[in-house]
């Protein structure tokens, strides 16, 4: 099974700001098929990030994506109330097909 | 746009079968996507539980793999999910989510979940 440990747990931050969110897989994603949602409570979770780097349609531009093989990175860039949420990175191609990180919850500071 | 949306009981009694369905709208289970159940108990990440395609081909988490059952309904664009012999453990918000048609792989729509709790 390939485990994404993701960090910091929670992230305490202000609007403005610039987020940094890690997720580090136990092996080698494939293809980098790493994909980043937000999530909120109550709500669908939603499609920010996929192929490591690919922003979703209509995903604001100051959400990025990096990374390959087993570091992958999402960052925002400046923070807006509305982006307070978990966020959660996926996995596809190992056995189970799909595994998530645990979430890293970003709140306002 | 394809708009998801789970139903089935919210309860469940231990030991007896949870069954949920996932109606699609905007969309047909006969395209040429994958169909994906995914959980989250309460305070805990997300799981992927398994999918469907619409030939009815599946592919299951293997930790869960000898209690559940997905089944696609094409006549009612909508496809199901069945977990057995339930625990408390399988207490969770159970979402039902489709994957992109096209690599890399990845779920672009997703239901809003529905929460199922199992107790007597």
């Known amino acids: 099974e390939i485990v994404l440990t993701q960090s910091p747990g929670t992230l305490s931050l202000s609007p403005g700001e610039r987020a940094t969110l890690s997720c580090r897989a136990s092996?080698?994603?494939?293809?980098?098929?790493l994909t980043w949602y937000q999530h909120k409570p109550g709500q669908a979770p939603k499609l920010l990030i996929y192929g490591a780097s690919s922003r979703a349609t209509g995903v604001p531009d100051r959400f990025s994506g990096s990374g390959s093989g087993t570091d992958f990175t999402l960052a925002i860039s400046r923070l807006e109330p509305e982006d307070f949420a978990v966020y959660y990175c996926q996995q596809y191609g190992g056995s189970p097909l799909y595994t998530f990180g645990q979430g890293t919850k970003l709140e306002i500071k | 746009q394809v708009q998801l949306q789970e139903s089935g009981p919210g309860l469940v009694t231990p030991s007896g079968t949870l069954s949920l369905t996932c109606a699609v709208s905007?969309?047909?289970?006969?395209?040429?996507?994958?169909w994906n159940w995914v959980r989250q108990p309460p305070g805990q990440g997300l799981e992927w539980i398994g999918q469907i395609y619409q030939s009815g081909t599946t592919n299951y988490n293997p930790s869960l793999e000898s209690r559940v059952t997905i089944s696609v309904d094409k006549s009612k664009n909508q496809f199901s999910l069945q977990v057995t012999s339930v625990t408390a453990a399988d207490t969770a918000v159970y979402y039902c989510a489709r994957e992109s048609g096209v690599a890399p792989y990845h779920f672009d729509s997703w239901g809003r979940g529905t929460l199922v709790t199992v107790s007597s």
């Open positions: 905007g969309g047909s289970v006969g395209s040429s996507n994958w």
């Open positions: 092996q080698s994603v494939s293809r980098n098929s």
